[in-house]
């Protein structure tokens, strides 16, 4: 790689957005997703209140209701969004639609799930999880 090429590449990587944890940043993220700010509702979220290792936490999200959509969002990560989840019309009528994933806590912090119904309701719910050897960490 010549030197221009290495400072173009490294001017262009400058101009990246950087990532911005903060609960600032995740509110924005979930009125970005859901269209407005959800009450507090009932969403079941099974996450370890203990986490040892923060690089593959287990949790998975519960709707007692049938809804279009859910989502997790995290306000300590360098991205909030973590995952979104979209139902379609056949899961519209389940009794109880859900998701199980693995994610990455960058440390102890709120984990909150959102759900989005399809009369455009929208409800959150999150759970503090305490991490104790931290994932998403920059050098």
């Known amino acids: 790689m010549k030197r221009r090429e290495f400072t173009l590449a490294a001017s262009a990587l400058a101009l990246l957005p950087t990532a911005q944890a903060s609960d600032d940043a995740m509110r924005a993220a979930i009125r970005a997703w859901a269209g407005r700010d959800p009450a507090p509702g009932a969403l079941q979220i099974d996450i370890a209140a203990l986490v040892e290792n ?65 009369d455009g309701r929208c409800w959150q719910a999150g759970v503090d999880v305490v991490v104790t050897l931290a994932a998403c960490v920059e050098p």
């Not at 899961?91 to 998701?99: G, H, M, Q, S, Y």
């Open 54 to 118: 923060g690089n593959a936490v287990p949790v998975r999200v519960a709707a007692a209701e049938p809804v279009v959509g859910l989502a997790l969002f995290t306000p300590l990560n360098p991205e909030p969004d973590v995952v979104h989840v979209a139902f379609g019309a056949a899961a519209v009528a389940a009794v109880r639609p859900e998701f199980s994933t693995r994610m990455r806590l960058a440390r102890s912090q709120r984990v909150v799930a959102v759900a989005k119904a399809a």
